[in-house]
């Protein structure tokens, strides 16, 4: 496997439901971030992290849950979602995210809350 | 307010003519850095070209050139010779520093190319 990789890349899941979704970089990065994108909306960053410390938590709401175990691997934990939260979750990777340093994201994913 | 501003939510261009995507920005740091990115149906973000704030050269990557007009708060994406793989969508995304380590990038909402043969 090479660059960002990210699964399951389809998610349906009930407002009750609890499930994960898991990011894999192979780039030797030490940043990893969240990113969700609406239909009609902007990417949104959600969560940074920098050497598996959380340096940015975008106001988040708390049904989202991120860990970090180490720099390769970024989870985003999710439980008792609302439908408006369906949308395609993006994860990124980056050398140390400052400057020109340019993110590399993975294929996302399709997340659909019923 | 936006701090990123997208003003051509789509395009339609014929093949091998040139393309430019308009980009607007606000930010009161003095170092930043802007990005563009291309979304092709698939979904995966590609990187496309990087302009720091303090560049005095206009980025050039291959078909891809950024027009960088710092005192307008601009910086354009120019597609050169376009082609039928260029449809997609792009965005423009802006880091501004927060002194606490890695930085996320903000994000337009995003211009819609489409190339016509």
């Known amino acids: 496997e090479t660059g960002v990789t990210q699964t399951p890349r389809h998610l349906v899941m009930g407002m009750t439901n609890k499930k994960s979704l898991k990011c894999e970089q192979h780039l030797g990065h030490n940043a990893m971030y969240w990113y969700k994108q609406s239909a009609k909306k902007p990417l949104e960053l959600m969560f940074v992290y920098n050497f598996k410390e959380q340096t940015e938590n975008n106001s988040v709401p708390s049904r989202f849950s991120p860990e970090c175990p180490n720099s390769s691997h970024l989870f985003l934990h999710l439980h008792t979602l609302q439908p408006e939260d369906s949308a395609l979750y993006l994860c990124?990777?980056?050398?140390?995210?400052?400057?020109?340093?340019?993110?590399?994201f993975g294929p996302g994913t399709r997340l659909t809350v019923t | 307010a936006q701090k990123i501003t997208q003003t051509q939510p789509g395009m339609f261009v014929q093949e091998k003519e040139a393309v430019t995507l308009d980009c607007t920005y606000d930010?009161?740091?003095?170092?930043?850095?802007l990005f563009w990115y291309k979304q092709p149906s698939s979904g995966e973000m590609i990187f496309l070209i990087y302009?720091?704030?303090?560049?005095?050269q206009n980025a050039t990557e291959g078909r891809y050139s950024l027009n960088f007009q710092k005192a307008r708060k601009s910086a354009n994406l120019v597609i050169s010779a376009s082609q039928l793989g260029d449809s997609a969508m792009y965005f423009c995304a802006m880091r501004e520093p927060s002194g606490g380590g890695a930085d996320g990038l903000t994000f337009g909402k995003g211009t819609h190319l489409i190339i016509q043969p």
């Open positions: 990124a990777s980056s050398q140390d995210g400052t400057g020109r340093d340019e993110q590399y």
């Open positions: 930010t009161s740091d003095q170092s930043y850095g």
């Open positions: 302009q720091g704030s303090y560049d005095e």
